[in-house]
């Protein structure tokens, strides 16, 4: 299959061309196809989240498994109404503060919702992003999409379009390019069925940020400690995310020893013939001796490393590179997502110095 690529204008975002790109979008959606587009978190797959057929070439596309539910994209809380069944008044005002935002709740749904899109569950999981061409697309799509992110599965999320292509090309319909993404890591999921609302996910949504509007909020066990051996609630969390070519460590303790010790590891490795690749930052690139070393973000604001973090694994993948080594980085704030998706792809080997 030819997959179109088309690209929107974000600096005339009602040009006549980004209208024919978004129709084509909906037309293509609504026949029961596949279409990438941008959101805040990722690069989102899409098909129509009620049509369980269009449901199913998600996971056909991507190499998902079918066990692993979509999450379904919404633009307004009445469309919410209509697949869910019960919402708690908690829900209204977790949507009140962080909707349309990188946030995504889990309730009972309708029968209107397949098993196809739930992976089996009658649970639903919803989101309402905040990107404006993500939102073009679902309301040109008929309002109900169903997107998980758009790589292959096992691979890193795209947070640009090329990495769409990459994965995707050729097994989609179309690709919606509206450049790099803001956020980079996904979305926050609170499952809003159990009381106190979970957290199965972090995301940029803090679990301060929530309790501070909700009160009480737990998080899923297997999200704080991975190595507690509890299945993780969410079931795409239990999957590997990312297994890269080269074996990725992350290296923890005081900032000076962690530096001394990468460059340890990297001299030797490097003299026996291997490639070694390491994630600093902007505050320690200039300290690394040897390697090819990526700047992933400055400490003094996080945000910069969640943008950055999967372009550089797949660099290195695509550099094929035998060794990676990562500076940690704090738990704090948004640091919590990029650890929890960091250590996922290092397969949770740290080395402590
Ligand atoms: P992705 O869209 O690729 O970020 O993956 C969606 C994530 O949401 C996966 O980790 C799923 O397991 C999780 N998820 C989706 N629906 C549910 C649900 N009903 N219950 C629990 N987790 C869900
Ligand atoms: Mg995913």
Not at 322 to 342: C, H, K, P, V, W
Request: aromatic fraction near 6%; avoid cysteine.
């Amino acid at each position: 299959m030819d997959t179109i690529i088309k690209k929107i204008d974000k600096l005339q975002p009602n040009s006549e061309e980004n209208k024919r790109i978004y129709e084509k979008a909906g037309a293509i959606l609504k026949k029961g196809g596949l279409v990438a587009f941008p959101t805040e978190t990722v690069y989102g797959l899409g098909a129509d989240a009620l049509n369980r057929e269009a449901s199913e070439k998600i996971y056909a596309a991507k190499g998902r498994p079918s066990d692993n539910p979509l999450i379904v994209h919404i633009t307004n809380m009445e469309d919410l109404e209509k697949i869910v069944e019960t919402i708690p008044k908690e829900a209204y005002i977790v949507a009140e503060k962080y909707w349309p935002g990188p946030l995504t709740m889990i309730f009972e749904k309708r029968e209107i919702v397949p098993y196809e899109t739930t992976g089996g569950l009658d649970t639903v999981a919803v989101r309402m992003p905040s990107d404006e061409t993500a939102r073009e697309v679902i309301r040109a799509g008929g309002g109900y999409i169903a997107a998980p992110s758009a790589n292959t599965s096992g691979r890193p999320s795209p947070t640009m379009a090329g990495h769409v292509e990459e994965d995707l090309g050729g097994r989609i319909d179309m690709i919606v390019d509206g450049g790099a993404v803001e956020i980079g890591v996904e979305s926050t999921i609170l499952d809003m069925t159990v009381t106190p609302p979970m957290i199965l996910r972090p995301g940029k949504i803090t679990k301060e940020m929530l309790a501070g509007v909700i009160g009480e909020v737990s998080e899923d066990r297997a999200i704080i400690r991975p190595d507690s051996g509890v299945a993780p609630k969410a079931p795409g969390m239990k999957y590997r995310h990312y297994a890269p070519k080269a074996e990725l460590s992350i290296v923890e303790g005081p900032a000076e020893l962690v530096v001394g010790a990468i460059n340890q590891m990297a001299v030797g490795y490097i003299s026996k013939g291997y490639k070694v690749g390491i994630i600093g930052t902007e505050e320690t690139v200039e300290k690394y001796r040897a390697g090819v070393v990526k700047n992933i973000g400055t400490r003094s604001d996080e945000a910069t490393i969640a943008r950055h973090l999967y372009a550089i694994l797949r660099e290195f993948d695509a550099e094929n590179m035998d060794y990676i080594f990562s500076e940690s980085f704090s738990t704090g704030g948004i640091g919590n997502a990029i650890m929890n998706r960091l250590l996922k792809a290092a397969g949770h080997h740290v080395i402590n110095v």
